[in-house]
DNA sequence: ATCTAATCGTTAGATATCAAATCTTATGGT
DNA sequence: ACCATAAGATTTGATATCTAACGATTAGAT
């Protein structure tokens, strides 16, 4: 018989996401090498599902997601070439870059037109109404920044930076050629 | 006229994930706080987006999935009293908990079955080829965490844990009543 | 000049996830 | 004893994402 802790009725926001470790998990148990603590990518997995969920929802209190931001973000960061290259930059495929961009348009924030000069490119441009949705969705992603570095020296926050790409490094160099 | 450098075909995995900013992006030409920085919640977006498709795709030559090895190392590091609580140690909800036991199910890798005491509850357990699943999946985890944490000294994944914590911390707490 | 191959984008089909509704079983109030 | 409510799990319907196949356009070879 195991005793269960629920969540609490008056607890706020019951979201049981990722909340569930009432006992202290022993992953030594299952994970030899791993000293008691949760492997890295379940510890990123972990963070992210969080972190992004709460972006997501913040986003979407002004009529925006995620997605949506990223894309956005690109497109102000720098002049884009082609929707290849924008996906690329925003991390997703070709593929669901369309159906983002679809979208976008149908809502009127963005109009794709073909390039004169080379008609298989589309070029993505915003629209009026896209750009007040920008700065919408800009002060919801400061504020959100904001919240999530509070306490955060910036010094962590560089490290923390540098950790990733390292490890993003890793994660995709290939052990079979690392020497030419 | 945009220069655009394409991907060369030599290139050995040719994959366009994440690995498109070829001119430096300027972040801070849209979000001034930045400092010219990606903001954080794209960072982590993309670090964990590269980071967990390279571990699915270890996992994936020895069968297995990212989900499902979250589920055999929630199940294997300590006993769980139901599925409610094995899919927060999961970081998933049940519904999706509930695809992957059933696929597990079917694959023979686990049983359910009512916990007599509570008839609500599904009993989760390996079976011995899940056990067997289970090693093999280890060690590709295990493989793919000394991979990822190459050159990484452990004061710095100390830190990485803690500043992830905070983050994950920051991104849920609620500011409408953080003084009771 | 024409034909083949490459590039850009979209469409189609599949999977993983979530929220909400539903089903089964247990608990508590009367 | 009976019924309403809660808890655990599943099912349903939606969304975001990926890969693979396709359509349109251009570039290159002959």
């Known amino acids: 018989m ?3 802790t629920r969540d609490a009725a008056w607890a706020p926001r019951s979201d049981a ?3 569930g470790a009432r006992h202290k998990m022993r992953y030594s148990r299952a994970m030899p090498a791993a000293g ?3 492997p890295i990518p379940k510890v ?5 599902s969080v972190v992004a969920r709460a972006f997501d929802d913040a986003l979407a209190t002004v009529g925006g997601s995620r997605a949506m931001w990223f894309i956005f973000l690109s497109l102000k960061a720098r002049p884009v070439a082609n929707q290849r290259e924008l996906a690329a930059e925003v991390g997703i495929q070709g593929a669901t870059l369309t159906h983002h961009l679809t979208a976008m348009e149908q809502a009127g924030l963005i109009n794709r037109r073909r390039d004169p000069a080379n008609r298989r490119v589309h070029l993505v441009e915003l629209t009026p109404a896209g750009e007040a949705t920008f700065l919408k969705l800009r ?3 400061l504020a ?5 570095r509070e306490g955060i020296p910036d010094d962590d926050i560089r490290h923390l930076r540098q950790t990733l790409a390292r490890l993003q490094a890793n ?3 290939d052990p079979a050629a690392p020497t030419p």
Chains 1, 2 share one sequence.
Do not use: H
């Not at 990123?44 to 992210?48: E, S």
């Open 171 to 173: 994660a995709t160099d």
């Open 139 to 141: 002060e919801v992603a």
């Open 44 to 48: 990123l997995w972990g963070t992210v």
């Open 36 to 38: 008691g603590e949760p």
């Open 17 to 19: 996401r990722m909340s």
């Open 144 to 148: 959100f920044d904001r919240k999530l």
């Open 2 to 4: 195991v005793a269960v």
